[in-house]
């Protein structure tokens, strides 16, 4: 067994220690939050895989459906929940961030709505977390923002907008404009390369070619997923392209 710790934040009800974690690696501090939903239908069996070493998957926190909090990795250690991942150039997402599982079955099994109660502890947890951390907003994410090509988690339920409201994130008004037109998979040219300029300049993986690939679509679908959730797919309409210009020019200051 794991040895039992302290919690890092007063709003943990109990400690499970899961064996499934290391040192973080070339950073001094976690300066990311991932939000992750466990894609289970059992909320219980979900906390019991994360604790298991055969399952080498773990986070940091897990929040129950009823607002209950777990914590199963000290926050100073690295925690294995990111898997194959990238923001901002950084490959490293488990070194650089605190994992958060919510339990939701996931879009493989009806995707519920969070309850209320439990999006109340998760908006708790996260404000605790950034305040003693000090994380920038536009460094709390989905999981499908660093690992767009594998992920949906937490998904286009989960209400980022409230989560804004309450001081957690970065997050903008989807907005409206007629001027630009839909680039969608096998478009090609300059429009597509300013796009995917700017996707990789918010902090996805994604290089300029100025062809609207696959992987395109797939990072398209995961930035709608978060920032446009009302309809995601994959097309770069003229809302999608606007809000991620607004994004780009309300993001808080880089520190490095
Ligand atoms: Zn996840």
Redesign the pocket.
């Known amino acids: 067994m794991p040895p039992r710790f302290s919690p890092d934040s007063r709003l943990v009800k109990a400690i499970e220690p899961s064996p499934n974690f290391g040192e973080r690696r070339g950073v001094i501090a976690p300066d990311m939050l991932?939000l992750?939903?466990t894609?289970m239908k059992d909320s219980e069996a979900a906390l019991r895989r994360l604790c298991e070493k055969s399952s080498e998957v773990s986070a940091h926190y897990f929040v129950f459906e009823n607002g209950r909090i777990v914590q199963m990795v000290p926050e100073k250690k690295r925690a294995w929940?990111?898997?194959v991942s990238s923001w901002e150039g950084g490959s490293d997402v488990n070194s650089r961030s605190i994992?958060i599982?919510i339990a939701n079955s996931g879009h493989d099994f009806g995707y519920p709505d969070f309850p209320k109660k439990q999006i109340k502890a998760v908006i708790a947890l996260c404000k605790d977390i950034i305040k003693r951390r000090k994380i920038r907003a536009d460094r709390v994410l989905a999981?499908?923002d660093v690992?767009p090509a594998r992920?949906r988690?937490?998904g286009e339920k989960f209400p980022w907008t409230k989560l804004h409201k309450n001081g957690v994130g970065h997050w903008v008004r989807p907005a409206r404009t007629l001027r630009r037109k839909s680039l969608r998979v096998g478009d090609r040219g300059e429009e597509i390369r300013a796009a995917q300029e700017m996707l990789a300049a918010y902090g996805y993986e994604i290089s300029p070619t100025g062809t609207f690939d696959e992987n395109t679509r797939k990072i398209v679908t995961a930035f709608q997923r978060h920032f446009r959730p009302k309809r995601i797919d994959g097309i770069l309409d003229p809302q999608t392209r606007a809000t991620l210009h607004q994004l780009l020019s309300s993001r808080p200051h880089r520190r490095d």
Request: net charge negative.
């Open positions: 991932i992750h939903y894609g929940h990111a898997g994992g599982e999981h499908s690992a992920k988690d937490p």
